[in-house]
């Protein structure tokens, strides 16, 4: 298994595009499948902040994470660096690379001199505990309750 930039791997955009947008679709306002495809695709011509992480094995795509400027518009104000769109296909869940893909983006995240790392969730606050993240806050995205979390990954 490898976790790579989605740079080294394009033609795995489309598949990307739709979990991600099956996932999490009805979290962001105006957020069409066509957009969630047109972002990536962006993060796949470059190798810094914004972009995306894919796991694979023999070149299957199993995962992704990204490190995004802003995640969801309404908290922009809290951070400008945020770990985002942590994806595993359901096949591959459960064998620990959920939290490899966590540590790759933190690491990765220390490499783009980022001081504090945000993420919310709106239902892995004991995952993300795990991992040395420190639950922060409360806020409600589009009638979700979501948790704010931060890590220093330096
Ligand atoms: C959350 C997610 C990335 C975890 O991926 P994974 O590869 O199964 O994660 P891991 O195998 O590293 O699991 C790490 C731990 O989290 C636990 N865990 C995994 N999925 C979980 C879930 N859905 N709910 C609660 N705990 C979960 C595992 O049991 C494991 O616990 P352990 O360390 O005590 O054994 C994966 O379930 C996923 O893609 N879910 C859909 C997208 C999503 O919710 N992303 C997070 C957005 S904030």
Known sequence: ???RPLADHPGHVPVLARWHHA???HLYEDWTLEVAEAELRDHATRRDMPTTLVALEDDELLGSVSLVEEDAPELRNHGDAWLASLYVRPEARGR???A???RAVVAFAADQRVERLW???PEHESFYARLGWRARESATLRGTPVRL???RPA
Request: aromatic residues 12%; hydrophobic residues 60%; charged residues 10%.
């Open 100 to 102: 490899l893909l966590v």
């Open 23 to 25: 996932q999490w679709g």
């Open 96 to 98: 620990g690379l959920g």
């Open 119 to 121: 993420l919310f969730t």
């Open 1 to 3: 298994m490898d976790i």
């Open 149 to 151: 979390m931060d890590i």
